[in-house]
């Protein structure tokens, strides 16, 4: 079933020529009440509920809609668009510009008229919450791989007016663990080597420490993605070496700073070298990859 777009003006005359018309906004509800179109009712498209509210919002199937969303620059009233389309509505209609093209109009609105609050990075000495935060690896050769964690035991970032201005993190490297062979006895075997000298030697270097240099935001980066490029320098087997990554961070909704990393280190830069093929000729089954992937979910205590 086609369905149409609607300007503004357009839609204020179909809801005066139609008064059975349902103008839905599908944002956030918190956003609906804090600017909408007047008369307009929310059911949030991010939600998985919205198919199933839909029936008592609007009961009959040819009850005409009109979807709107933030502006004509989010997609989330093409996604409800869709919704309804597939849940069998027959006269469905999307406002082009969605509520900034009716608010740019001048027709009727309603809520509080309240701003979001945006949160920002607190200033001062923020310590890591060990609890929260979580370093995963992730080790592979030809055809295998094996991945597991790292305890986080220590952390702080300094920050000054909105930006990290550096920061330390503690790694138990003694205290490492695999995941994917937890209950199996070969367990403790693969843990064994990788506490020996063959890789991170823990009797003489128990801890491995990642120190924060930079960081940098990455202009224009959306939410959800990588805002962050961080140079550190990351110490192993006694060995400090200089790394770079990106990272997404940002304030979660208990006011807590909270950042997550996946990347790569080449461990034999670290003096890693057992089963390395850049090192050694004919390691046949003995052969590991270089690489060594990293995880990191980093929250620190509210400020």
Known sequence: MPTTLLTADELQALRLQKPELIILDVRL???HERRAIAGSVNNCVYEVAFPERLPSLIPALD?????????????EARVAEEKLVRAGYTQVHRLNGCLAGWCA???PEQGTGAAPEVPALPSGHLT???NESRAEWLGRNLLNKHWGRVPITAGYLDVEKGEIQGGEFVLSIADITCDDLAGNP????LIAHLRSDDFFDTVLYPEARLKLTRATRIPDAAPGTQNLQVEADLTLRGITAPITFSLSA?????GRCAAQAAFNIDRTRWGVLYGSGSFFHRLAGHLVNDLIELQVRIVMEAA
């Not at 070969?186 to 075997?189: F, G, I, L």
């Open 29 to 31: 509800q918190e956003d």
């Open 63 to 75: 009850t005409p809609v009109c979807v709107y969303g933030e502006s004509g620059a989010s997609h």
């Open 105 to 107: 109009a001048g027709l």
């Open 128 to 130: 890591m919450d060990v």
């Open 186 to 189: 070969y367990h403790d075997v």
């Open 250 to 254: 940002g304030m979660d909704d208990k």
